[in-house]
């Protein structure tokens, strides 16, 4: 529905297939969406740089999720974020500013709000913009360590 609406964006899909998920979209249908010009399947990807620097928004609609990745890797290379409203999920974006909740399984508000990103290119660059910024101050490497210290200094108190 989404490429119907907007068919001079590309929507790639990329991982592998859960085979052995019996909720998962199978093999086939991947497929045929791909014969159908709806999505480009990738596959397993060893290496997510290349697709996030060619994003503009980057898309996770997980059903639950501990802290996600793709979300932190997705808005450290500025892209604008949609994803569900699920545990972790949440915890990765910061909601009208980096990106937009959905409602797990409700596809209609995902396609809207992809749709909204699709149509608003300032709103996506600014969510871009504002993702690089707190994926930078919440997530580098330097204010893990400092943040994990903390904690410790909590625990052990301050010696």
Not at 45 to 50: E, K, Q
Not at 54 to 60: F, K, S, T, W
Not at 64 to 69: C, I, L, Q, V, W
Not at 100 to 110: F, M, Q, R
Request: proline share 4%; with cysteine.
């Amino acid at each position: 529905r989404l490429k119907a609406l907007a068919p001079e964006w590309r929507f790639v899909l990329a991982g592998a297939a859960g085979y052995d998920n019996p909720s998962a979209i199978g093999v086939e249908q991947l497929q045929s969406w791909e014969a159908e010009g709806c999505i480009e399947w990738l596959g397993h990807v060893d290496d997510m740089t290349p697709l996030f620097r060619d994003a503009a928004i980057v898309c996770l609609p997980s059903y639950r999720e501990g802290m996600p990745k793709a979300l932190l890797e997705a808005a450290a290379a500025g892209c604008a974020v949609v994803t569900t409203d699920v545990t972790g999920c949440r915890e990765a974006i910061e909601t009208g500013v980096t990106g937009d909740l959905v409602p797990v399984h409700d596809s209609d508000a995902l396609g809207q709000a992809l749709l909204s990103l699709v149509k608003d290119e300032r709103r996506r660059q600014a969510y871009g913009a504002k993702g690089q910024e707190r994926a930078k101050a919440m997530f580098s490497i330097a204010s893990v360590v400092s943040q994990t210290v903390e904690i410790y200094k909590g625990i052990l108190g301050d010696e």
